[in-house]
């Protein structure tokens, strides 16, 4: 699948929630410009559809937007209508990863036990987000690698520029950065564009 292609391969994906709606393809721009590939505006945000449609239409193709906080199926379509390539959810639902697959998009739902894990893959999860990493650290996810490497991980809730690398060594293949990569409690200056940019550059430095 290409989408999965290209999130593995850039690794990094930015979270936004709560940002004004007017600010975020500026922030998409600034994120591409410091080398990250792949944001998620999260359906809790004011405007979130209409701004994955503006996000989807205004980017090249080598920049994916996707969907965060997706709670059921129904949410993932009208996600995925509005020009999502990718579904994330914090908790694991079935028929929300079987519509993400029924459209062609890629499938990162939520999980934290080891059995939560292995479920959300075998129901066609692409990659499982282990939320809250925050509560486990990096040695968590090198212990589930020893009976389920072949399940790729991406951490999210918690990673920074301080430990994403830890989380690298033990094997996360991607990386769900929130507060730590894009603040949107800050004004949306052109200095502020201009540090997400370099932060951008600073996150993909490390982890390749």
Do not use: C
Not at 73 to 99: C, D, H, V, Y
Not at 153 to 161: A, E, F, I, K, Q
């Amino acid at each position: 699948m290409k989408m999965l292609a290209h999130l593995l391969t850039h690794k990094v994906i930015a979270i936004v929630r709560g940002a004004n709606p007017k600010d975020l393809l500026r922030i998409a721009q600034a994120l591409h410009a410091g080398g990250v590939r792949a944001m998620e505006v999260t359906l809790n945000s004011p405007g979130a559809l209409a701004s994955i449609e503006e996000i989807a239409g205004a980017m090249d193709d080598d920049f994916l937007v996707g969907a965060g906080t997706v709670l059921d199926p129904e949410s993932a379509r009208a996600a995925l209508l509005a020009g999502a390539r990718f579904i994330i959810s914090p908790t694991l639902n079935k028929q929300t990863i079987r519509m993400t697959k029924r459209y062609g998009a890629v499938s990162i739902p939520g999980a934290y036990t080891a059995t939560e894990i292995l479920k959300a893959y075998e129901y066609g999860g692409d990659i499982i987000k282990v939320f809250p990493a925050s509560g486990v650290g990096p040695g968590y996810f090198k212990d589930v690698a020893g009976p389920l490497p072949f399940i790729p991980l991406m951490p999210t809730g918690g990673v920074s520029l301080d430990n994403i690398r830890g989380f690298a060594d033990a094997g996360a293949v991607a990386f769900g950065l929130g507060s730590s990569l894009v603040d949107t409690r800050q004004a949306v200056t052109e200095e502020y564009l201009a540090q997400l940019a370099e932060k951008a550059r600073q996150f993909r430095t490390i982890v390749g």
